[in-house]
């Protein structure tokens, strides 16, 4: 038999550690597959976006570049002195603002582009850029070099040069790096032909030509040449066509037979015969026009296929990322399935044992202490839970709450014990003191009534308000041992009354001045309680406030019956204690030596029970003069007006005495 419940025990515990293994495994499948999933995802919407960013600054970026480049010429024929350039040069200024204009616009496309390496180049660009201005004017001028004016623009072209080289750098893969790369030749072609053509048509307008400049002249020509065979080259399918039927137009021709015209030429001076060309100047700058604006086309449609290598890689990857991911949702779905089919019947043990140990606190303990208070005896093995869940972890767990059940039963019985036991010694003092309290106050009586001596008078008086004041303290045992004292009252008595007879109990009496009363009566069983309640009042407001000052006691009829103030000057109380000293009065706690730890007030604790007796409001709150004033609130029940003609009458129920 012990076996079998070993092996049992056994089973169970590798199960829980099984599905324990099973459900972290698959959380972890899940958050691992589903991280790489959304990785994988951004990646894919990277590549997308790079897409879209970069296809939209194509086109602004082609319009900037010929715009750029036919200012940069029309401005050079103005400074060369050529006249009729004047008219394009203005209308050449307004298309490259606009098309400046609209690539700044994409300046937030950009910095996306390469959001790390790029805000050191577009402030660069932008300096470059301010400069345009100040260049214009000059032009117009025709007071600034010709050499500056062409630096300029081509640093201004150069701009979109190398931003398309930045947009290979940072392209989601290496084969749209490379192919938007191939791209990158044409436009530099198209520049250098551009670079070439002005320095010619200057050239021509001038009828000079240096050494200096017949070689910047070549080079250019030779760059515009090189990167259009270069092109050839690693140009593929439709756009190595299209380049083809660039270079194999007349324009081109054109083109490469007046660049080595002027090669061939040589240095010019103004004092050399005029050497024929093949073509016009205007033929010339057409046909060139014509093969730079091609090039740039040609590199618009490459890096708008690798645009679209980009955006489809994109596709493709998205496609995959949410495959994967819900491949490894679904895995990670079927697992917890699993663990929780296997873990069902564990679950609903845990279920049980959770409600059994709730029925446990909350209905058969507190029965148990409800007759442990009511004084019957309990034999706490008899009442114990009786849990029994197996012998694995789960009913190790049960029996645990079994033990933990006896223990607190047993304690609460001790603690029940140990109060009735307090409780008894309390009533049996003061039940004895109270006896001889009272012997004291009769012998004192008598002794009053006897005794001539004025001064000996006095000193009984004084040793009556004593006695009546230790009365008042064995009553307080009393009250705290949940008994009622000793005094009673069968009819109401008159409230000025209760007042004096407070006033009398308390031991600087001399000290408070009880002011106007109203003409109420006070129920007869309530009135030991209240005599008691602000005795306790008053005594609090004389041992908390300085000894010449006055404790003011008054009375007045309100709405809900009737209030008595209790007021001092002493120092006071802060909001803290006040709070914490109302919430008191209005809810005590039930009395133990633990309710009054940390406070020496027993008489507000006493006020308060006797408060909670009758419906009695207890306040507390600042006086006037800085110490504590208190409203003692008598409801209606408890009163009634002692003239039935008064105005009053109506306001409280007659007061029968009760037996």
């Known amino acids: 038999m012990t076996i079998r419940r070993t092996g049992v025990r056994g089973r169970v515990s590798v199960r829980i550690r099984l599905l324990s293994m099973v ?10 597959g589903g991280g790489g999933a959304i990785y994988l995802v951004n990646s894919a919407r990277d590549s997308t976006d790079w897409a879209e960013l970069a296809g939209s600054t194509a086109a602004p970026a082609v319009l900037m570049v010929s715009a750029f480049q036919e200012e940069r010429r029309l401005s050079l024929l103005r400074l060369a002195g050529d006249v009729s350039s004047a008219a394009e040069l203005d209308a050449a200024k307004q298309r490259s603002d606009e098309a400046l204009a609209a690539v700044l616009a994409k300046g937030d496309a950009a910095r996306a582009l390469n959001p ?18 100040v260049v214009r004017r000059g032009v117009e001028a025709t007071q600034v070099p010709a050499e500056e004016v062409f630096a300029l623009y081509t640093g201004v072209i150069g701009t979109i040069i190398a931003a398309s080289m930045l947009a290979a750098r940072v392209a989601p893969t290496a084969k749209v790096g490379i192919e938007l790369g191939y ?12 670079q070439a053509d002005t320095l010619g048509a200057v050239a021509l307008t001038t009828a000079t030509m240096s050494s200096a400049a017949l070689i910047d002249f070549g080079r250019r020509v030779g760059e515009f040449r090189g990167e259009a065979a270069y092109s050839a080259t690693v140009l593929k399918g439709r756009r190595l066509a299209q380049l083809s039927e ?13 660049q080595d015209a002027v090669l061939l030429r040589g240095p010019v001076t103004a004092k050399d015969t005029e050497t024929e060309l093949p073509i016009s100047l205007a033929q010339w700058q057409d046909a060139s026009r014509f093969v730079a604006l091609a090039l740039q086309e040609l590199w618009k449609g490459q890096s708008a296929d690798a645009h679209a290598i980009a955006r489809k890689q994109g596709e493709r990857d998205t496609d995959s990322a949410l495959l994967g991911g819900a491949l490894i949702a679904l895995a990670a779905v079927a697992a917890f399935l699993v663990a929780l089919v296997m873990a069902n019947r564990f679950i609903e043990r845990m279920r049980r044992l959770r409600r059994d140990t709730l029925e446990l606190a909350d209905e058969r303990l507190p029965e148990v202490m409800r007759k442990v208070a009511a004084g019957e005896v309990v034999d706490t093995t008899a009442q114990g839970s009786r849990l029994d869940f197996g012998t694995d972890e789960l009913g190790q767990v049960a029996a645990a709450f079994n033990r933990a059940h006896v223990a607190a039963m047993s304690a609460a019985v001790a603690e029940a014990q140990t109060k009735a036991g307090i409780s008894t010694v309390f009533l049996d003092i003061a039940h004895r003191s109270q006896v001889v309290v009272h012997r004291q106050l009769a012998l004192l009586d008598r002794a009053e009534r006897d005794e001539s001596n004025a001064d000996q008078l006095d000193l009984l008086f004084q040793l009556d308000h004593l006695a009546t004041r230790a009365r008042r ?6 009250i705290l041992g949940g008994e009622q004292p000793g005094r009673r009252w069968r009819k109401p008595v008159p409230l000025i009354e209760l007042v004096r007879s407070a006033v009398a109990e308390s031991l600087d009496y001399t000290r408070i001045a009880a002011k106007q009363m109203p003409d109420v009566r006070v129920s007869g069983h309530a ?13 609090n407001a004389t041992a908390f406030s300085p000894p010449e000052t006055q404790v003011v006691v008054s009375g007045v009829v309100v709405g809900r019956g009737v209030a008595v103030e209790v007021v001092d000057q002493g120092l006071g109380m802060s909001e803290t204690d006040v709070a914490d000293r109302n919430a008191m009065l209005a809810d005590p706690p039930a009395f133990s030596v633990g309710t009054l730890a940390g406070t020496s007030r027993l008489g507000l604790f006493v006020v308060a ?5 009758h419906g009695i409001s207890v306040r507390l709150s600042e006086s006037v003069y800085g110490g504590v004033r208190v409203v003692v609130l008598i409801p209606s029940a408890l009163a009634e007006a002692s003239d039935p003609e008064s105005a009053i009458s109506g306001q409280f129920p007659a007061v029968a005495p009760r037996p």
């Open 527 to 539: 009135v030991a309680d209240v005599i008691h309640l602000l005795a306790e009042l008053m005594d």
């Open 246 to 258: 660039i270079t194999t137009s007349s324009q081109w021709q054109q083109v490469i037979a007046m």
């Open 473 to 478: 303290n064995a009553e307080n045992l009393i």
């Open 609 to 613: 029970t006797l408060a909670g007796r």
């Open 23 to 32: 459900l972290i495994s698959s959380i972890m499948l899940l958050v691992v």
């Open 116 to 133: 790390d390496g790029s805000r050191e180049d577009i402030e660069g660009y932008n300096k470059l850029f301010a400069m345009v201005p």
């Open 183 to 194: 791209g990158v030749d044409q436009l530099r072609a198209a520049e250098a032909l551009s």
